[in-house]
């Protein structure tokens, strides 16, 4: 061998080795992560995005926006199954919501320690986790996959739950409303202080701040006296399958405030980066576990409404301002949030990594194979029908259509009318009362509304969308039909279409092992899945809680 060769070789060998090294000591990004419980789709950076009036019109969330301008906005986000505890068993570990057991339900369900999970992978590697409040729940033991609560900061209070009741109680007392914000807000910080000061110098860290105030209930009127949101505002906003009435109008102007709650925490974090000088060493990830609860298709169901959810990412350094057309799946988090910290995904996993969208300087679609997300739902509430059993159904979801099967058309979609049958059902308890009627779906206004004015000729058909059973198949176009209140699973002139993404689903579930899919069928309506409640089960009953 010549001189001249061996140097070649030995100067390879040095650049080799110094890349190397040089990768292995490139310190890891920290990740905070804020999921809000029943967030849904609400920011005002999502004002315009879809072309049309929408509830976005009205919402003003300055911090969250401000995320999406200094990193990515994702328009076509879903989760996999839109109800809490399912959706978070997904999103933990990667996978669809029915390959995590007992995890693939609500009330009852029970976490398999067997299942690797992102925050306890990245623990193992190095990582200083932590976390405020809802991880995974309702569920055995509460927060499983994140170590229970030995990781938990939220000593310095928990306001920030029930952000219209916390400040209503606070100015009933004679607080003002901004200094019972400033108070809550202290709180938020408080426990992102704590979090901060555990963990050793220079040590790599996850924060996961899981605030429920999104979820019901909250305090009537707080919409527009703690945050100036006129529900009148909402009129020829709402999407078709909502009478456009005030006591809706306010319900969803409520919720809104909520969510600009939820934006203020976003902000308190976002500066104690800022201070910490943390923030271009930290991915920042927004979003929720499913949409609006306690209205006609949110909350568990397989329309847009209950599964498409915000997902908003800061990466340092990355392009900045781009919006991103691919349908991702929240599922994807886990092996995105692995790969940021130099862990290996465990094989065979339905998400996928997000880092190649995040690092790329291309705004729309990415990656056309991102052109199709998988979603469902088994059991929610225990009693909400005879048997405890579960609403079966899975969709498949393309920039174009949506496509739902229906496994047991028999069965009430948001379970069975209760004293919504009776012909003076008790509107007070039903409206504080989720078991009293119809129980898949969240006790509101917007509920109670709907069955007062059931047999009303104007309104029967939005009683209908909301709660009557519902054929095998239905399939919207979702250019056309962007409310998804007109099912075209009948119509020859779309046969072609039904039968593809019918193939097609069913293939996918196949391929993932569903065992709604697979074997008889019904593992899901036989013990465990469909034991009755596991704690409380008649004291839950009664109190309508969940």
Not at 16 to 39: K, M, Y
Not at 341 to 370: I, W
């Amino acid at each position: 061998m010549s001189i001249i060769v061996r140097a070649v070789l030995a100067l390879f060998s040095l650049v080799v080795a110094a890349n190397h090294s040089t990768a292995a000591e490139a310190p890891r990004l920290n990740i905070l992560f804020l999921f809000a419980d029943d967030w849904g789709r609400y920011a005002s950076c999502y004002k315009g995005l879809d072309g049309r009036p929408t509830i976005n019109d009205l919402i003003q969330t300055p911090n969250v926006d401000r995320v999406a301008r200094e990193g990515v906005l994702f328009k076509n986000a879903f989760v996999n199954a839109p109800s809490c505890t399912p959706c978070r068993s997904s999103l933990l570990s990667g996978r669809y919501f029915f390959q995590t057991g007992r995890g693939a339900i609500l009330q009852g369900a029970v976490w398999d320690e067997k299942i690797p999970t992102f925050p306890l992978l990245l623990r193992d590697s190095g990582y200083h986790i932590g976390k405020s409040f809802k991880v995974w729940s309702p569920g055995t033991p509460a927060d499983a996959g994140f170590g229970g609560q030995q990781y938990a900061y939220q000593k310095a209070g928990n306001a920030c739950n029930n952000y219209s009741e916390e400040v209503t109680a606070r100015v009933e007392k004679g607080m003002s409303v901004a200094a019972a914000r400033n108070e809550i807000l202290a709180q938020v910080r408080g426990n992102f202080d704590d979090f901060l000061a555990a963990r050793k110098p220079g040590q790599p860290w996850l924060y996961w701040m899981g605030t429920t105030t999104t979820h019901r209930s909250w305090v009537k009127g707080s919409g527009k006296k703690l945050w100036g949101l006129e529900p009148d505002a909402l009129k020829g906003k709402l999407p078709k399958f909502l009478p456009d009435v005030p006591e809706i109008r306010e319900d969803v102007a409520d919720y809104l405030g909520e969510c600009q709650a939820v934006d203020a925490y976003v902000g308190v974090l976002m500066k104690r980066l800022e201070e910490a000088g943390e923030l271009e060493k930290t991915v920042v990830v927004l979003s929720g576990d499913h949409g609006m609860p306690g209205v006609t298709s949110g909350k568990c169901n397989l329309y847009d409404h209950g599964t498409s959810v915000a997902l908003v990412v800061r990466w340092p350094g990355g392009k900045a301002g781009r919006v991103v057309t691919d349908l991702v799946r929240l599922p994807d988090l886990c092996p995105t949030f692995l790969e940021i910290g130099g862990v290996k995904p465990p094989e065979n996993l339905y998400g996928k990594s997000l880092l190649p969208l995040l690092k790329s300087e291309q705004a729309g679609l990415v990656d056309k194979s991102r052109d199709w997300v998988v979603t469902g739902r088994e059991r929610h509430v225990g009693v909400a029908r005879e048997g405890n059993l579960p609403y079966p159904m899975r969709g498949l979801r393309t920039p174009d259509f949506l496509y739902i099967r229906n496994f047991a058309p028999d069965r009430w979609p948001m379970g069975a009318p209760y004293s919504a049958a009776e012909s003076t059902p008790d509107l007070k308890n039903v409206d504080n009362n989720t078991r009293a009627a119809f129980p898949d779906m969240d006790a509101s206004p917007t509920k109670t509304w709907l069955i007062a004015h059931q047999h009303d000729a104007q309104w029967k058909a939005h009683f209908a969308l909301a709660f009557a059973k519902r054929p095998a198949e239905e399939l919207y176009d979702l250019k056309n039909d962007p409310d998804q209140v007109k099912n075209l699973a009948a119509d020859p002139a779309f046969a072609a279409q039904k039968r593809a993404l019918s193939e097609r689903l069913m293939k996918l579930l196949n391929e993932g092992q569903d065992p709604r899919v697979t074997g008889d069928g019904s593992t899901f309506d036989k013990p465990p899945f469909s034991d009755p409640e596991q704690v409380g089960a008649a004291k839950a009953k009664k109190k309508g809680k969940q």
